[in-house]
């Protein structure tokens, strides 16, 4: 009795989590963000070989990414967040290249589709930050039809952003029970979630690269529109923010490969295309 009852305290609360999450992503403006990653839509977007007329699922679109790329390409789009207000920057990027999307508000956990809605579904950066990584995963597989492609970039755990995300998480750290995003951006755990339904799988190692005046311009940028980097520096006591400041500087400043004009950082994902069985 004793064990079960352990199991029940020491369980994480998605739900909660999930709230939290919701306050970090909504904070800032990660449009000033996202839009810098537009370059991984499209790529993940030919990774997928998308066809014109296919049904298309971009699952935590964020700013609209994904969706953007897949529109462009004359699919039937339809872009999901549980963040309105992310949704409503991919809206005004559609209207403004003309691109036509439905976009909903949906939480990736719980996508409000029918079976086999989709023949393909796509997240860049959005699905690696569920809480419940299995459960968003037999989501998406259970809302594209069997021979429909799952395509996905992940930020891996060894790359910037991956250690990025373990610098935060020494001053502000994550809740318990609730596996790191990164984890997506890993071979074996995407062979977990997907292997046992997956015809093919296939992963590839790809570089985004971050390019700001200098580790200070990337820091004054992200403190102010990144949530997680917004939020981190809200969380911790003002006397613990130099300390803070001075770890991702550093990091920045080890990673930089554009010399002490500029600053040109390659940061590591995984690309992944999945067809389901």
Known sequence: MSAVLETQVTAPDFNAIKQRQHATW?????????????????????AADLRAGEQVLDVAAGNGNATLAA???????????????????A???AAADGLT???QVADAERLPFDDASFDVVMSTFGVMFTPDHATAASEMLRVVRPGGRIALASWTPGGFIGRLFKIIGAYVP??????????????????ELFGTRAAQL???????VFRYR?????????RAFYGPIHKAFG???????????????????????????????????????????
């Open 26 to 46: 909504a904070s800032g403006d990660y449009a000033v963000i996202g839009t810098t990653l537009q370059i991984v839509g499209e790529t993940l977007a030919e």
């Open 71 to 89: 529109a462009r390409r004359f699919a039937d789009v339809t872009s999901t967040d549980y963040v309105e207000a992310l949704l409503d920057k």
């Open 91 to 93: 809206r005004v990027r």
């Open 101 to 103: 999307a439905q976009f």
């Open 174 to 191: 994550p809740p318990q029970g609730v596996k790191s995003p990164s984890l997506w951006g890993t071979e074996p755990h995407i062979i």
């Open 202 to 208: 296939r992963c590839e190692r790809r570089h985004f």
């Open 214 to 222: 200098s580790a200070a311009h990337w820091l004054e940028v992200f």
């Open 235 to 277: 969380a911790v006591a003002p006397d613990v923010r130099p300390a803070l400041e001075r770890d991702i500087l550093a990091l920045l400043e080890e990673l930089n490969v554009g010399g002490p004009d500029a600053l040109v950082v390659p940061s590591e994902y995984l690309e992944v295309v999945i067809t389901r069985a």
